[in-house]
């Protein structure tokens, strides 16, 4: 027995072929499938709700985590390089104001001030005073710079027209990446002129390194081209293009979802720096951003898998054991049931009895009759002479006798509990053989028995003894239904190849319309007083449905009942023989 | 003495004249008829001094016969016989017979045969 067999309830296999018009409530699996469904139904749509539920609520605050705290560390990281600049600007701007021209070209001034500006500010490189006509008129650093000409340069021209300039990062003569800040100034008594300074722009990079973009994540400054101005992790060296697009201007700071040249979701935070040709981005691997919601992901998914499992293992096995218990309650019915058939069987014998003990004891009294005659005879002296009469009385004898037998038999034979046994059967001889058991009856109370079968019925398969019983069952009805002098008529017809129609017809008392449809219930009786239990005609019905026939009547109260039974001509044996009998 | 004459009416043939026969040889004159239609004909024929009857006939009970019986030949006597034993039987069988006899299936022929004589 495979493991599946041995888990399959008993119940799973089991046709209730005997329940009558309440068929369908004994259908077993169908009432496991329902309660199943039904059960799993309510447990699950709300599981399964409240976690789609979840899966979006955790996604999406997880999401705007993100976007929050990416947009927080480019507007921080912002201000902090916003500042840097401006700081050193605002320096220079200082000094330009508070040291006359004359005063920052003398001699050793201008180093001066640069070693107080990279003590106090630091990032300083070089200091260089640019007059007018764009000649280095005074310089201070670690190159020779002193008088080179920037007239034709463009940062001249910018900061000549805006009065301030702040380059993109380059390598320019010194091969080494820095900025400028240049910053004019007119002083009211005297001409313009320009103060400029490099800052290494290992500063910016220095300023960035601390601030931590996330697991991943990169975080470094392009300019408006979109070529580095600090390193950046996954986009290239200083001066490498980015391979993103460049963001549009913004006066706030962005965040927005792209894919890299590779395919990769990215969250890019950025925000342009004020006044300088610098934007500051934030580039992170949404994958990386979205782990912890993996995470969250995994277990929501994990506990959905776990509550499912385990509400479906409940409603399975909770279904299958109440419906095992209704199984079993319904079985113990049905045993009931068959031991109530088995009793009103057992009562219509004893109903029958009467009639019996008649049939019986008529052969007796003719027997002993006989029996008495011989001896008479034998008595008288002319023993030669009475030779023949004396046969004829011992042949009357032994014919009583076979009465007696055939009644016994005929008794014996329908007392007999048998499992449901198909033989071929002749209608006729059945309702004979059990009006054989009420002909008495019927003739005392002057009761017509008409047996009308068509001669095209041919002799077929079906369970002798249901029949007898169902025929017995109709014509105790029947009797009790009847006056005396009524009639009681048996119709056979062959209806169609496969089927043969009964009518058990009696011009009775008949049925109201309304206990016409109560008549097949169980314990439904009129006749409760006359010790009618109501369960001839349900256990009829059962009979009938597990020869695989039919039963239906028809009735009007005053003119008879008309019982119509339609059998099959070939049962199909297996359909019927689920339920066989086992009392008896 | 007179022969007694009786009349049998039973629906088994074999058994009325069997037991006819058998009171025959008993010195009494026995007919029998298995319907109570024949029983009112040979009435009209015959006179008897006592009928014994089944209690179950067909179409008609005993004690309906016998009072049908009585009211065609007042003075007529009457033995019941029947297969049932049941009391009820027995105490309607014997009310209705009032001095009649009741007996049991199978008949023992002598009683039969004295009490036919006690009551003539």
Not at chain 1, 67 to 88: G, I, M, Q, Y
Not at chain 1, 396 to 409: E, F, G, M, N, P
Not at chain 2, 20 to 47: N, P, S
């Amino acid at each position: 027995m495979s493991f599946l067999q041995r888990l399959k309830p008993e119940f799973w296999d089991y046709h209730d072929v005997a329940s009558g018009p309440y068929r369908h409530l004994f259908n077993f699996r169908r009432i496991w499938y329902l309660s199943v469904l039904l059960t799993a139904g309510v447990a699950f749509i709300p599981v399964c709700f409240l976690a789609a539920i979840d899966y979006q609520v955790t996604q999406k605050a997880i999401e705007s985590e993100n976007v929050s705290r990416t947009s927080r560390l480019v507007s921080n990281t912002r201000r902090t390089l916003s500042f840097l600049l401006l700081e050193r600007r605002f320096a220079l701007q200082f000094l330009v104001r508070d040291n006359p021209l004359a005063a920052l070209t003398a001699e050793g001034r201008l180093s001066e001030v640069l070693k107080n500006l990279q003590e106090s500010f630091g990032g300083f490189t070089d200091l260089g005073v640019v007059d007018i006509q764009g000649r280095q008129i005074a310089y201070s650093g670690p190159y020779d710079l002193q008088d080179l000409d920037y007239s034709r340069q463009k940062w001249f021209a910018e900061v000549m027209d805006q009065g301030r300039y702040t380059s993109d990062v380059f390598l320019g003569y010194r091969q080494s990446p820095h900025l400028v800040i240049a910053v004019k100034h007119q002083p009211p008594d005297g001409p313009s002129f320009v103060l400029r300074a490099t800052l290494e722009a290992e500063r910016f990079h220095r300023e960035l390194l601390p601030l931590e973009p996330g697991v991943g994540g990169d975080l470094f400054i392009v300019n408006r081209s979109g070529v580095l101005q600090t390193p950046s992790r996954n986009f290239g060296k200083i001066f490498d293009k980015v391979p993103l697009p460049a963001p549009e201007y913004a006066a706030t700071t962005q965040v927005f979802e792209t894919k890299s040249p590779g395919g990769e979701k990215l969250l890019i935070g950025y925000a342009y720096i004020a006044e300088t040709p610098f934007i500051l981005m934030v580039v992170k691997k949404k994958e990386d951003l979205m782990r912890p919601w993996y995470k969250a992901r995994l277990q929501l998914i994990t506990y959905l898998v776990i509550s499912i499992t385990s509400i479906l293992i409940v409603v399975l096995a909770v279904s299958t054991y109440l419906v095992s218990k209704i199984h079993t309650a319904d079985q113990r019915r049905v045993a009931a049931l068959h031991q109530v058939e088995y009793a009103n069987k057992m009562a219509s014998i004893g109903r029958l009895a009467a009639g019996v003990a008649h049939e019986i004891n008529n052969p007796l009294a003719i027997i002993n009759e006989k029996a008495g005659l011989v001896k008479d005879l034998l008595q008288q002296e002319n023993i030669e002479a009475t030779r023949s009469k004396l046969l004829a009385q011992t042949d009357s004898i032994l014919a009583s006798v076979k009465r007696c037998a055939t009644i016994i038999r005929r008794l014996l034979n329908f007392a007999r509990q048998t499992d449901s046994t198909f033989e071929p059967i002749e209608l006729k001889s059945i309702i004979e053989n059990v009006m054989g058991f009420l002909g008495k009856e019927a003739q005392y109370r002057g009761i017509s028995i008409i047996i009308d079968m068509a001669p095209d019925i041919p002799p077929f398969k079906s369970d002798r003894g249901k029949l007898e019983q169902i025929f017995l069952n109709l014509v105790n009805n029947a009797f009790a239904a009847l006056n005396d002098g009524g009639h009681l008529t048996f119709e056979g017809r062959k209806i169609s190849e496969e089927r043969v129609q009964i009518a058990v017809i009696d011009d009775g008392c008949g049925i109201p319309p309304e206990d016409i449809k109560r008549v097949f219930e169980p314990f439904f009786s009129t006749r409760t007083k006359q010790g009618g239990t109501g369960l001839g005609l349900s256990i009829t019905y059962g009979l009938v449905q597990e020869i695989g026939g039919a039963i239906s009547l028809e009735s009007r109260p005053g003119k008879g009942t008309r019982f119509i039974i339609t059998l099959p001509l070939n049962p199909d044996r297996k359909k019927n023989g689920n339920n066989s009998r086992v009392v008896g | 003495m007179e022969t007694i004459r009786v009349l049998l009416v039973d629906d088994e043939e074999d058994l009325v004249a069997t037991l006819a026969e058998r009171l025959g040889l008993r010195g009494i004159d026995a007919e029998w008829v298995t319907t109570c239609e024949a029983a009112f004909d040979m009435l009209q024929h015959k006179e008897f001094h006592v009928a014994v009857l089944d209690i179950k006939l067909p179409r008609m009970s005993g004690l309906t016969l016998k009072r049908k019986m009585e009211s065609i030949a007042p003075g007529m006597k009457f033995i019941f016989m029947t297969g049932h034993g049941s009391e009820k039987d027995f105490e309607e069988g014997t009310a209705e017979a009032g001095a009649s006899y009741y007996l049991l299936k199978p008949v023992d022929i002598e009683s039969l045969a004295d009490r036919i004589r006690e009551m003539v």
